[in-house]
């Protein structure tokens, strides 16, 4: 595997499911992001965890909850979910402290919420 | 706050039209300048990375951070229609310990035959 990896890539899930989102990246960098993706506002940063740590919260609902357990490996655990959360949630890795700080999106996991 | 606005889409341009797609932003941190593209149902990918007054060019396109008046304007000088895409703008203020990006809202592009 190559870059950033995620699984389910597609999810539809009722309200009252507990589900969990995996992202993996293969890039040995130390910061890890979700983002939610919708039509109406493109890119939200949900969290953001930096060398394990969680260091952004963006004023997320309690039914997200992230948990980084190694430098290489994110989840977002699901529960009670709203059909308003229905989105395309992405997640990205960095590297901080190197000069550019790009980041590296994967492809993403699609959620349908019903 | 750091803060990115992007042209208003969608942008609609015929094949081999020059392109502009404007970025101006905010910070009070010396900053990292960056384009993502996203085609339709992908992940957005990095286009161009610069640091201030360093022009960077990829693919065809190219932008050049201006400081005196806080843009990073996109630029192509012939479009193609695979170039159809949403294209972010983004920076990386300096004072900043998770590296995070603050995105645009995104500018939409349609290139027609």
């Known amino acids: 595997e190559t870059g950033v990896t995620q699984t389910p890539r597609h999810l539809v899930m009722g309200m009252t499911n507990k589900k969990s989102l995996k992202c993996e990246q293969h890039?040995?960098?130390?910061?890890m992001y979700w983002y939610k993706q919708s039509a109406k506002k493109p890119l939200e940063l949900m969290f953001v965890?930096?060398?394990?740590?969680?260091?952004e919260n963006n004023s997320v609902p309690s039914r997200f909850s992230p948990e980084c357990p190694n430098s290489s490996h994110l989840f977002l655990h699901l529960h009670t979910l709203q059909p308003e959360d229905s989105a395309l949630y992405l997640c990205?890795?960095?590297?901080?402290?190197?000069?550019?700080?790009?980041?590296?999106f994967g492809p993403g996991t699609r959620l349908t919420v019903t | 706050g750091d803060s990115v606005t992007q042209t208003e889409g969608p942008v609609t341009l015929p094949e081999r039209a020059a392109l502009t797609l404007n970025c101006t932003y905010q910070?009070?941190?010396?900053?990292?300048l960056f384009w993502y593209v996203q085609y339709l149902n992908k992940e957005p990918e990095l286009l161009l990375k610069?640091?201030?007054?360093q022009e960077t060019d990829s693919r065809g396109f190219q932008a050049s951070p201006i400081k005196s008046d806080s843009s990073f304007h996109l630029e192509k000088p012939s479009v193609q229609l695979s170039d159809s895409a949403v294209y972010y703008c983004?920076?990386?203020?300096?004072?900043?310990?998770?590296?995070?990006?603050?995105f645009g809202g995104g500018t939409r592009l349609m290139v027609k035959p």
């Open positions: 983004a920076l990386r203020g300096d004072n900043n310990a998770g590296n995070m990006l603050t």
């Open positions: 965890y930096s060398l394990e740590e969680r260091v």
């Open positions: 990205a890795s960095s590297q901080v402290a190197r000069a550019s700080y790009e980041q590296y």
């Open positions: 610069s640091s201030e007054n």
């Open positions: 890039l040995g960098h130390n910061a």
């Open positions: 910070s009070s941190y010396s900053t990292f």
